[in-house]
Structure formats: structure tokens, C-alpha cells
């Protein structure tokens, strides 16, 4: 079931992405790589790479075929490539004939032939499933994957130091190092003066996209090979327990590169670099472990607090491979909608002080959030996105300064004597507790200032990439993606609130003429008179049923406007009649 029902978390191949294009998937395989497409942007990012050759592919067809000027030679032409397609056609069904041979002049069957027979077909079985046994049943992308998990799960949220020694061999030259490393990534080892031998083997890790702090992070690997335009992929088995993934290239500098993992728990231990003008490089795992700070030596890292530390904390640990200065706006439209994607789904762009700032270099995340776990999940979903700087602080980061500023606020608060508020005296007079009363006016405000934060999401994305003449494929698909959610969430917020207002009232309130106002202006309203009823009340405040007269029209008019509103403009001809 596993070969016929892949699991979600699985990265799609190419073969499975063009089988989807063509609806050639059965409906359980199809139903899988779209929910598995709906949640990867890798994935989606790969299949658009895909959609693109492939019209590149049928227009250099179309427009040789139109310069053909002779019917004939353009017959024959075509003619040429439909059967170059057919032989290409898999034969998906295998046929059977009956034996045309007599029964009469068939050898007679005898103890020893069929002895025979047995052991032959037993042979025959015994070499297919040795065989099969050999060959990793895993995709190259699955084993990347689970590598990278490896990485990450098993000692990223522990305050430990990451050792590791491993053998450098390119050619003649052989270079063992000892390299260490902050589990959690807050301190930075200092600079080592390398010699020219070593100064040179790490620019050539450079031009193959290998850390020299991190020869052997599955990430890394995925990183340089996610940007192979055109690879080729092999698994094998060495030994019993290793797994060895090959990538070859036909162009640039490196021919070909491998990782070698156990299949027991994925952990990387080799990994060789095949450059294209000069000898291999290899670099085996010698001996990891993780140690606690006190058997370290602190001189090896730097100090913290440092500007060296709060750089690598943001650019040098978001951006880990090497950028162009000055991105394009097209690449800044794509690593802004990714990052907003991704605060989407960690559901961090609604209850949290985090803002997306866009700048000529890049794009600014910084926020604050409560726990030091948070904090880590943001960050290291922001990692995977190219132009980003993430600078995220946990409330420990900044309780040293805010305590006392909290205190005084709460002796504030605590000395106002304010009168109650109009929905207390309205509910109040019907029989409610006060409890219950401050249960429902947080729950009235949270909805409120929901919907006034899904609408502003949803204008802020219509107005800054309204233009869809130079969008990508993939900026309009994540934008289409993010307008979706935020609607959704928009219109879950109406309908919370409009439950709450039902149970408030004896009867439904008339609405009234809210006029023609956009879905901010209408939002904020609705944020307005959501506090003026549950604000402390002053003799010349308005009486409840008032304003809840037109917190009705106003939840009528922007679940209308929800419905109503037309979705983004999509750019090129790639997604006509898709989604």
C-alpha cells in the first residue's frame, strides 16, 4: 500500500508531477499529490518549473511546423513527431496467448523434469527477491526529507554543542577538522586563520553549495539539489545499513554529488563532490556527539552580545547559500508572499506582534512571541525562504525592561472606577451574570478585531500586487493562496460573531442602510461599535440596543462584501482553466 498510497509529508517526483498533468494518476494517487501540492511550495515551485519547459517544449514544435512552407515536408514532420510521442507511450497492459504447441507433442512430464522445473522457478524466485531487496524502495526526495528531519528533530531544541569530526580527502590532500557548533544556533564559532590548502578547498565547497561549517546537513544538500534544473537521481545500497543518493548533472561545475545515510535513522556520514575540471572530493563522518556546555571550551565560540552573533542570528542564518545583491522586484514579490504563506500557516500573522517589512535588499520579519519554542518555529520556517531577515524575541529576551512598565500599567488600571459599560446594563437587566457578561465581551472584541485583521490582510494583498502583468506563476498562485485563507478566516470571524449577537438578543435587530463603504472602512466600523458596547459607560454613551442595531448592519454588509469580492487577477496563460 505504501508504493500505491504515498504519505503527504512525501515530496512529489518529477515523473508523478507530469503524471498529474496529464491526469494519468489513479483518483486515491491524484487526491494525495494535491493535498500534498496544497501544503509544499517546493513541490508547487517544481511543478511550475515543469509546466514551463514543457510550453516551451510545444511552442519551439508549433512555430517549426509553421516555418515549414510545404504541406508535404510539414506532413511528414508531424508525422515524425507523433511517432517519436508513441514510441514514448508505456505499455500499461500485458496480453497473454495460448501456447500454439499440441498437447500430443509435449514432452511428457517426468519426476526429474519436473524436479527440475521446481528448482528452476525456485531459483528464478529466490535471485527476484534478492534483487528487490537491494533496490531501496525510497524516492530521492523521501530520503532527503527524512534526513533533514533527522537534523533538526533530534537536537535543535536542546541547549547542547553539535560535534563533529570528519576526513577531507580531495586528491593527495587529506584534512581532518573538528568542527563545533550551537545546537540552537545563538552563538557562532569564532574565525579560524585557515592555510592556502584549506582556503582553497573552501571556495570549492563554495562553488558546489557545501557549508564549510556544515559539510554534511541534509538541508544543504537539498538546497543545491532542488536548484539542478536537470538531474539524475540514483539510490543504492552499500553494506546493510547505508543508503547512498547520487545526483548528477550534465552542466556547471559539479558533474555529480552523493550523500550516504543509514537507513536506520537517515544520518548523514559521506558525501563526495564529483567536480567537473578537477578531482573528487570526499568527506566521511569520523565520530559526532552531542555535549554539554560545560565540557566545552567557551574560547572556541564567540562572545554573546556581539554584532557578529546578531548578524548570524538573522541574514547569515536565514540566507544560508549565496545570493545576488540586489533582488528583482519579481524575486521580493515571491520571498515577501512565501514568508506571508508561512506566517499564515504557523497561524502567526493573526494574535502576534510580528511585522513584514520590504526593503531594496530583502524583506524585514521582526516580532515578538511569547515562548522561546515559538520562537524557534518561526525562524527556522523563515530559513528555507531566499531575502529574508528574521529578527524574532521572546518575551524572556525582553522581560528585563518591561516588568516595571507592566506593573505601573496595572496599578493604573486597578485605581479607575469607571460606571458599566451599555451592554452590562442591557444584559444585566436581563438576568445575566457579570461573569458571564465579561465572558461574552471578550469573546464580541476578539471576533471584532479578527475580522478588522482578515480585512485589512485581504486589502493590503489586492493593493500591493494588484499589477498582474509581470507576476510569476508561482507569486500568482501563493497570492491566490493567501487571499483564499484570509477569506475563509474572515468569514469564520463573521460567523462567531454573528452567533454571539443572536445569543444577546431577545429577537433579531432590524439592520439598517450601511451605505457603500469598502471592507476596511466597514471592518473598523464594526471594531468601533464592538467597543463603544463593551467600554466602561459615561452618562452620555448610547444605549445598547442601538448600537447593536448597527453591529448588525455592519456584520450584514461584510459578510456580503466576504461573498462578493473578486479574487485576484491571475497573470499568463499557464493557469487558464487551472487551480
Known amino acids: 500500500m505504501r508504493r500505491f498510497v504515498p504519505q503527504l509529508e512525501e515530496h512529489l517526483t518529477d515523473d508523478r508531477l507530469a503524471d498529474l ?17 496544497a501544503s509544499c511550495l517546493p513541490c508547487r515551485v517544481r511543478q511550475a518549473r515543469l509546466e514551463r519547459r514543457a510550453e516551451d517544449v510545444t511552442l519551439l514544435y508549433t512555430e517549426r511546423a509553421r516555418s515549414i512552407k510545404t504541406p508535404r515536408n510539414r506532413d511528414a514532420f508531424l508525422k515524425r513527431v507523433d511517432d517519436r510521442l508513441a514510441a514514448h507511450v508505456p505499455c500499461r497492459r500485458w496480453s497473454f496467448r495460448k501456447p500454439m504447441t499440441a498437447l500430443p507433442n509435449m514432452l511428457p512430464i517426468t519426476p526429474a523434469l519436473a524436479t527440475s522445473v521446481i528448482l528452476g522457478v525456485a531459483a528464478i524466485l529466490s535471485l527476484v527477491i534478492w534483487q528487490q531487496q537491494r533496490i531501496p524502495r525510497i524516492s530521492s526526495n523521501s530520503l532527503l526529507v527524512r534526513a533533514e528531519r533527522w537534523d533538526t528533530a533530534n537536537f535543535a531544541e536542546r541547549p547542547t554543542v553539535v560535534y563533529q569530526a570528519v576526513k577531507i580527502r580531495a586528491g593527495k590532500q587529506t584534512t581532518e577538522r573538528r568542527i563545533y557548533r550551537d545546537a540552537q544556533g545563538k552563538r557562532q564559532p569564532k574565525d579560524v586563520k585557515l592555510t592556502a590548502a584549506d582556503a582553497q578547498l573552501r571556495g570549492n565547497f563554495a562553488a558546489a553549495g557545501v557549508d564549510w561549517d556544515e559539510p554534511l546537513s541534509a538541508a544543504n544538500y537539498q538546497r543545491w539539489h532542488d536548484s539542478q534544473h536537470v538531474r539524475e537521481d540514483e539510490i543504492t545500497r552499500e553494506g546493510r545499513h547505508l543508503l547512498t543518493l547520487t545526483t548528477e548533472t550534465p552542466d556547471g561545475p559539479v558533474k555529480a554529488q552523493t550523500l550516504t545515510v543509514r537507513d536506520t535513522d537517515f544520518h548523514p556520514v559521506r558525501r563526495t563532490i ?60 515571491e520571498a515577501e508572499l512565501s514568508v506571508r504563506l508561512v506566517l499564515n500557516h504557523l497561524h502567526a500573522d493573526t494574535g502576534e506582534q510580528i511585522q513584514v517589512s520590504r526593503t531594496a535588499q530583502g524583506v524585514q520579519v521582526a516580532g515578538v512571541v511569547d515562548t522561546e519554542e515559538r520562537k524557534g518555529q518561526i525562524q527556522m520556517q523563515l530559513r528555507a525562504v531566499p ?30 472606577l469607571t460606571a458599566p459599560s451599555p451592554l452590562e446594563t442591557y444584559l444585566v437587566a436581563r438576568k445575566q451574570s457579570l461573569p458571564a457578561i465579561t465572558e461574552l465581551a471578550q469573546k464580541l472584541n476578539s471576533s471584532a478585531v479578527a475580522i478588522s485583521q482578515e480585512s485589512r490582510a485581504i486589502h493590503d494583498l489586492q493593493t500591493q500586487f494588484s499589477s498582474a502583468q509581470h507576476r510569476s506563476m508561482i507569486t500568482s498562485a501563493t497570492l491566490t493562496e493567501l487571499v483564499f485563507s484570509h477569506r475563509e478566516r474572515l468569514q469564520q470571524a463573521l460567523k462567531e460573531e454573528h452567533n454571539l449577537l443572536r445569543s444577546m438578543m431577545d429577537s433579531d435587530l432590524p439592520a439598517v442602510a450601511s451605505g457603500s463603504a469598502s471592507l476596511t472602512d466597514m471592518a473598523d466600523k464594526n471594531l468601533a461599535l464592538c467597543a463603544e458596547l463593551t467600554a ?22 461584510l459578510t456580503a462584501d466576504s461573498h462578493d469580492f473578486q479574487d485576484m487577477p491571475q497573470s499568463g496563460p499557464a493557469l487558464s482553466g487551472k487551480r
Open 21 to 37: 498533468a496529464c491526469d494519468l494518476l489513479p483518483l486515491t494517487q491524484k487526491a494525495v499529490a494535491r493535498q500534498h501540492l
Open 274 to 333: 564529483a567536480f567537473r575540471d578537477s578531482d573528487t572530493v570526499e568527506i566521511a563522518e569520523l565520530e559526532f556527539k552531542l555535549l554539554p556546555w560545560s565540557s566545552v571550551d567557551m574560547d572556541i565560540f564567540q562572545p554573546l552580545g556581539t554584532v557578529e552573533t546578531a548578524a548570524s542570528e538573522t541574514a547569515a542564518r536565514v540566507i544560508p547559500f549565496r545570493l545576488p545583491v540586489m533582488p528583482t522586484p519579481q524575486q521580493l514579490d
Open 387 to 416: 531575502y529574508v531577515a528574521a529578527k524574532i524575541q521572546s518575551l524572556t529576551d525582553i522581560s528585563n525592561g518591561s516588568g516595571k512598565e507592566n506593573k505601573v500599567a496595572s496599578a493604573a488600571m486597578g485605581t479607575t
Open 536 to 557: 466602561s459607560g459615561t452618562p452620555k454613551s448610547r444605549g445598547a440596543h442601538v448600537i447593536l442595531t448597527e453591529i448588525a448592519a455592519s456584520l450584514e454588509q
